[in-house]
């Protein structure tokens, strides 16, 4: 099982001073206007050496980094091979060829990160795509048979879950370096709303015994009506624009992903009232889901940017911050 990580973060005091009047506000790892709604700072690791910083101390988890920008294949190649390694360990014995595939994605991802010819990094990005791609495909149908065994108390399947989601985080990052931000954008919403799904599927399978029936009666009445776990579909509206289609299916998927949430609140806060537990895994979607936001917060001022992603990072990396053009 994954534990969460307290990290440090060294911070400017005017950034803390803002926090403090309430004027900016923590998202996953940005730190943004609440009424501007511009990011101020990314948090990254190290800078205690820098004059006039405060450290600040947030809970991570081994799904990903506080930020999209720091969040790099060299770090998702390492946990991808944590999880492969959780998944032996636990006899959940993973598919060789599946495996290499992931591996072989991460490992040409990390190696175009270095390229400077957008040519040749963006022939082999989509190259390394297709390999997360298709490994993550794959791994999530092995995750849906894995469920079937889970139990109320013991969820194996979990791990199989984080390997989709790094998977899935090397596909969003590979895009914003091709710089189509807009494709990043929907594919962190369907991320997030598959997570909030398996939050959802978790909550229930801890609660299928625990609760009486005329609790169950309760959430269902009061649930059900809001959301139904995976049959939310919105007609596609026949646009010309390809890129309008992609900013209308990304408000759309927004809409969806708050309704999910706002379910998964009641679900919670009624198996707090009969005191259930909330699963473990619960707790950890429910934190990497607030980091998640937060990158798709970043992939909207990166689209204000007319510099590539890579430099975007670096400047980010070295200051904390990006200069807007």
Not at 51 to 65: A, W
Not at 83 to 89: A, G, H, P, Q
């Amino acid at each position: 099982m994954s534990k969460y990580i307290e990290v440090s973060f060294y911070v400017p005091e005017q950034i803390v001073r803002g926090l403090e009047k309430n004027i900016y506000e923590i998202i996953g790892g940005i730190i943004r206007n609440k009424y501007t709604g511009e990011i101020v700072y990314w948090l990254r690791e190290g800078g205690k050496s820098v004059n006039n910083v405060e450290k600040i101390i947030i809970r991570l988890t081994s799904l990903g980094k506080a930020t999209l920008a720091l969040n790099d294949f060299i770090y998702m190649n390492e946990n991808f091979n944590d999880i492969k390694k959780k998944l032996e360990d636990i006899g959940l014995i993973p598919d060789s060829q599946n495996m290499s595939k992931i591996e072989s994605g991460f490992v040409l991802s990390k190696e175009a990160e270095l390229i400077e010819d957008y040519e040749s990094l963006r022939v082999q990005m989509i190259h390394a795509m297709s390999l997360l791609e298709e490994g993550s495909i794959i791994h999530r149908n092995i995750y849906e048979q894995q469920r079937k065994n889970d139990t109320q108390k013991k969820f194996t399947s979990y791990d199989s879950l984080r390997m989709i989601v790094v998977c899935q985080m090397g596909i969003i990052r590979s895009y914003a370096h091709l710089g189509e931000y807009n494709i990043a954008a929907l594919r962190i919403q369907k991320l997030r709303k598959y997570l909030l799904d398996c939050a959802l599927w978790y909550c229930n399978k801890r609660c299928h015994w625990d609760t009486e029936l005329r609790d169950w009666i309760y959430i269902l009445l009061y649930i059900a009506p809001l959301y139904i776990p995976g049959k939310i579909v919105s007609k596609f509206k026949n646009y010309t624009n390809i890129e309008w289609k992609i900013f209308e299916e990304i408000n759309r998927s927004r809409k969806d992903n708050i309704l999910i949430q706002d379910t998964l609140s009641l679900f919670i806060a009624k198996m707090q009232d009969l005191e259930v537990d909330i699963p473990y895994e619960v707790q950890e979607l429910i934190n990497h889901l607030n980091y998640i936001e937060g990158y798709g917060l970043e992939i909207e001022a990166y689209q204000q940017r007319s510099v590539v992603f890579k430099k975007i990072c670096e400047e980010i990396s070295n200051k904390g911050t990006m200069e807007l053009n």
